[in-house]
């Protein structure tokens, strides 16, 4: 019970190697880990292989699985088989809105239909203040062992925040401290100014809306009319119209078929809409802050970006705080990064001051994606991070411009 997702996981992982099977089957064994941890396990994997096993992975972090040099490749797209063959012909099919593919891959496949539009040069960013969440000096035990040590941060109420770092480094049990879900063993946490360990986790719940890394973890309800009633009439919010309410949440978490859905039992829905009914259980209470955690995990990209901009498209809130293990998720959607190991702050700042310090990216079991790299080499100076389609156009732009003016023509924006 003390161990975090990832942990959980490679303990699971562990008790299927102790079994040496002839066929190893592989769900999302990337899922909640840490881009370092992932990669070790994708040796492991690629090990058995190479031994003489067979090994099947199932994953949505392609860039990352790709990594293991699969030697057949089998995509699969709305229950059908677009593809089985060689990684080089899965790379010249696959849909990039619908899979992070290398950014390499990306750029050769946006050449053929340049939009000559650069994109944003300014990072958008409101101003912090004032502070919504703070920690000073905290410190969390968890059977008998610190999880979390001299904790002091500020989180504004304006603001995207990201937080980073190893597998069982404490950051969810950071915004568990938030919710009173945790308290802490030394140290303040402040919410709004106020201490937070003089409000009760229903007042919270006015504040933050907390998404749990695993959605099922929040639903026990009937139905998911009942689950998203709940929460409203616990804390005594009027409710003239209650379907109303319920389907207006849902359709802030941008999950269809709302009407459909509303008298199914929650566990009956898929992954992906359980991962956006907890998004509207948390939205139902109409906080000014959501609080999420993990939302990439166990999504493809196409379904992960739709959910980040889900939330980040909701006008009614104020700020937007997310655990991830997911690099190029924190560095193309945060305007704030803190980077957390052994229950620690080592890094905390906008995302391009807090990944030039490499030793430490590193140390923290991050790495440098080529989404990353690619940021790094092209992206117009003073810009937010880019998504890969958003940098290759821009890449494709340039060239275009820097051709012109090599050949005396006028340059691509008419510059």
Same mark, same amino acid.
């Given at each position: 019970?003390?161990?975090?997702?990832?942990?959980?996981?490679?303990?699971?992982?562990?008790?299927?190697?102790?079994?040496?099977?002839?066929?190893?089957? %592989?769900? /999302?064994?990337?899922?909640?880990?840490?881009?370092?941890?992932?990669?070790?396990?994708?040796?492991?994997?690629?090990?058995?292989?190479?031994?003489?096993?067979? %090994?099947?992975?199932?994953?949505?972090?392609?860039?990352?699985?790709? @990594?293991?040099?699969?030697?057949?490749?089998? #995509?699969?797209?709305?229950?059908?088989?677009? #593809?089985?063959?060689?990684?080089?012909?899965?790379?010249?099919?696959?849909?990039?809105?619908?899979?992070?593919?290398?950014?390499?891959?990306?750029?050769?496949?946006?050449?053929?239909?340049?939009?000559?539009?650069?994109? $944003?040069?300014?990072?958008?960013?409101?101003?912090?203040?004032?502070? =919504?969440?703070?920690?000073?000096?905290?410190?969390?035990?968890?059977?008998?062992?610190?999880?979390?040590?001299?904790?002091?941060?500020?989180?504004?109420?304006?603001?995207?925040?990201?937080?980073?770092?190893?597998?069982?480094?404490?950051?969810?049990?950071?915004?568990? $401290?938030? *919710?009173?879900?945790?308290?802490?063993?030394?140290?303040?946490?402040?919410?709004?100014?106020?201490?937070?360990?003089?409000?009760?986790?229903?007042?919270?719940?006015?504040?933050?809306? #907390?998404?749990?890394?695993?959605?099922?973890? *929040?639903?026990?309800? =009937?139905?998911?009319?009942?689950?998203?009633?709940?929460?409203?009439?616990?804390?005594?919010? @009027?409710?003239?119209?209650?379907?109303?309410?319920?389907?207006?949440?849902?359709?802030?978490?941008?999950?269809?078929?709302?009407?459909?859905?509303?008298?199914?039992?929650?566990?009956?829905?898929?992954?992906?809409?359980?991962?956006?009914?907890?998004?509207?259980?948390?939205?139902? *209470?109409?906080?000014? $802050?959501?609080?999420?955690?993990?939302?990439? @995990?166990?999504?493809?990209?196409?379904?992960?970006?739709?959910?980040?901009?889900?939330?980040?498209?909701?006008?009614?809130?104020?700020?937007?705080?997310?655990?991830?293990?997911?690099?190029?998720?924190?560095?193309?959607?945060?305007?704030?990064?803190?980077?957390?190991?052994?229950?620690?702050?080592?890094?905390?700042?906008?995302?391009?001051?807090?990944?030039?310090?490499?030793?430490?990216?590193?140390?923290?079991?991050? #790495?440098? $994606?080529?989404? *990353?790299?690619?940021?790094?080499?092209?992206?117009?100076?003073?810009? =937010?991070?880019?998504?890969?389609?958003?940098?290759?156009?821009?890449?494709?732009?340039? /060239?275009?411009?820097?051709?012109?003016?090599?050949?005396?023509?006028?340059?691509?924006?008419? %510059?």
């Amino acid at each position: 019970a003390g161990l975090s997702g990832g942990e959980r996981q490679l303990v699971a992982m562990a008790g299927t190697l102790m079994l040496r099977p002839r066929l190893y089957v %592989v769900d /999302e064994p990337l899922a909640n880990l840490d881009p370092a941890t992932a990669r070790r396990l994708l040796v492991t994997l690629r090990g058995l292989a190479d031994e003489g096993h067979a %090994v099947v992975i199932v994953e949505h972090r392609v860039e990352e699985a790709l @990594a293991v040099r699969p030697d057949r490749v089998l #995509y699969l797209d709305a229950g059908s088989s677009r #593809y089985l063959g060689s990684v080089d012909g899965f790379l010249r099919i696959a849909d990039p809105e619908a899979v992070r593919l290398p950014f390499e891959v990306v750029l050769d496949r946006a050449r053929s239909a340049i939009r000559r539009q650069a994109p $944003t040069t300014e990072r958008s960013r409101g101003p912090a203040e004032p502070v =919504r969440l703070a920690y000073d000096q905290v410190s969390v035990e968890l059977g008998g062992r610190p999880v979390i040590r001299g904790l002091t941060a500020s989180l504004g109420a304006r603001q995207v925040v990201a937080v980073l770092g190893p597998n069982g480094s404490g950051k969810t049990t950071m915004f568990r $401290t938030a *919710m009173r879900l945790i308290d802490p063993s030394a140290g303040s946490v402040t919410v709004d100014g106020q201490p937070a360990g003089g409000r009760t986790v229903a007042e919270l719940a006015r504040v933050f809306g #907390y998404v749990f890394q695993s959605p099922s973890q *929040m639903l026990f309800a =009937r139905t998911v009319r009942e689950e998203l009633l709940f929460g409203p009439r616990n804390l005594g919010l @009027a409710l003239d119209a209650p379907d109303q309410v319920a389907l207006a949440a849902l359709r802030r978490a941008s999950l269809a078929d709302e009407e459909a859905i509303l008298d199914r039992p929650p566990l009956t829905l898929s992954f992906g809409q359980q991962k956006r009914l907890a998004l509207a259980i948390g939205l139902a *209470m109409r906080p000014p $802050t959501l609080i999420l955690d993990e939302p990439s @995990a166990g999504q493809d990209h196409r379904s992960a970006e739709r959910f980040m901009q889900a939330a980040a498209g909701i006008s009614a809130l104020e700020s937007l705080y997310f655990v991830t293990h997911d690099v190029d998720l924190a560095l193309t959607h945060a305007d704030r990064i803190l980077v957390i190991r052994d229950g620690q702050l080592v890094a905390d700042g906008p995302p391009e001051e807090v990944i030039t310090d490499e030793d430490r990216w590193l140390s923290c079991n991050l #790495y440098r $994606t080529s989404l *990353m790299a690619a940021n790094l080499a092209h992206r117009p100076r003073g810009s =937010r991070f880019l998504d890969a389609r958003s940098l290759a156009e821009f890449v494709i732009a340039s /060239e275009s411009e820097q051709r012109n003016a090599t050949e005396g023509g006028t340059p691509a924006n008419g %510059v």
